[in-house]
């Protein structure tokens, strides 16, 4: 994984757009609601059913555009589009990495 967890300009966007209160909100629900995706993504490949693989995979991609953290939107599109690959295991481990890196960016931002 290279790069920032959080792109700033996209973030910095977010907040002169929305306002640093509303920002706010949206962090602790991406905080709360996001391991909730992955949890969602990962009983999703286990019982097979796509359906909701593709929608678990759409709605975290969805939130971390929202902040800007493009690799775990990158990987998350790669999963709503082509599902869990040959490795379902690898593949969630570096979603739940990638998730944990914009989560603790969010928070330095938030508490910074």
């Known amino acids: 994984m290279s790069g920032e967890p959080l792109d700033a300009e996209v ?3 977010l907040q002169d757009a929305m306002g640093e209160d509303f920002v706010d909100d949206l962090e602790n629900y991406y905080l709360v ?3 909730t995706m992955l949890t969602d993504l990962k009983a999703a490949a286990e019982s097979g059913d796509q359906d909701v693989l593709r929608r678990a995979a759409q709605s975290l991609k969805s939130n971390a555009d929202v902040f800007g953290a493009k690799a775990l ?3 998350a599109r790669h999963v709503e589009l082509g599902g869990v690959g040959d490795d379902p295991a690898a593949t969630f481990a570096e979603l739940e990495a990638l998730y944990a890196d914009a989560a603790a960016a969010l928070i ?3 508490d910074g």
């Open 11 to 13: 973030f910095d966007a």
């Open 33 to 35: 609601e996001a391991p």
């Open 73 to 75: 939107a990158d990987r």
């Open 108 to 110: 330095e931002w938030r």
